[in-house]
């Protein structure tokens, strides 16, 4: 199966996407099926992050299209979704978690350089500003074999803050299993209308501001959504 290369995308700032409108398209949160070439793993959940839920749930048309990938893939490959819809608190869980793992392998940065990489994997919290992942427009995926259950090589680990990440880092070294696995993930993915976050191989949005940026859309279709409003 050839599989184009993975374009090297301009990195975004989070400034940026509090400029852009949303229209709210007030589509539901669900919760995302297991069957056989699509399931669920909440792992901050399997974290211990505080908050986190033990099910994932996103926007129904992101659940459609998460289908519509998984089906693009080989018959003896599926999609795993890691996360999705995410409230504020466990945002803050999400990004305390991360910023202790670089405070420990980056013992040579200074606070300002530690923040700024932590940007890069994390976005961040506040009252007036739609993280990705509270719309339910975002998720976190990998690939796996259907017959045995295990997870792909991807190169790097889930959250893992470094440059093996970057989604594109592994174009440099194309004898490598991550650079053809990530190939096909971003293939299948954007196939069906999602966008990446080019610091994050796993990332994925369909709707929100994040993918009407990358997407040079003139509007997202989903703001902030509650699990907690919901019959769940």
């Known amino acids: 199966m050839l599989i184009s290369p993975i374009p090297k995308l301009a990195q975004y700032g989070w400034d940026k996407l509090k400029d852009i409108p949303i229209v709210e398209s007030n589509e539901p949160l669900e919760t995302i099926p297991n069957n056989k070439n699509l399931k669920q793993f909440p792992i901050y959940s399997d974290y211990s992050v505080p908050y986190a839920m033990d099910v994932c749930v996103?926007?129904?048309?992101?659940?459609q299209k998460l289908q519509q990938a998984a089906d693009l893939?080989?018959?003896h490959l599926g999609i795993v979704v890691l996360d999705a819809w995410r409230s504020r608190s466990v945002q803050?869980?999400?990004?305390?978690?991360?910023?202790?793992?670089?405070?420990?392998?980056?013992?040579?940065?200074?606070?300002?350089e530690q923040q700024h990489l932590l940007s890069q994997f994390a976005a961040p919290v506040s009252p007036d500003?739609?993280?990705?992942?509270?719309?339910g427009g975002s998720v976190d995926i990998t690939l796996f074999e259907i017959e045995t259950g295990d997870w792909l090589d991807m190169g790097a680990d889930f959250d893992e803050p470094t440059e093996r990440s970057y989604t594109h880092f592994y174009e440099a070294c194309p004898e490598h299993p991550a650079c053809n696995n990530r190939r096909l993930l971003y293939s299948v993915m954007t196939q069906v209308g999602f966008t990446n976050l080019p610091t994050e191989w796993w990332h994925f949005d369909y709707g929100n501001p994040l993918w009407a940026y990358y997407n040079q859309e003139s509007h997202a279709i989903y703001g902030a959504a509650h699990w907690d409003t919901i019959d769940s």
């Open 73 to 75: 893939l080989p018959d």
């Open 92 to 112: 803050q869980g999400v990004r305390d978690q991360i910023a202790e793992i670089i405070k420990i392998k980056y013992q040579d940065l200074n606070l300002a």
């Open 129 to 135: 500003f739609v993280s990705p992942h509270l719309t």
């Open 58 to 63: 996103a926007r129904h048309s992101v659940i």
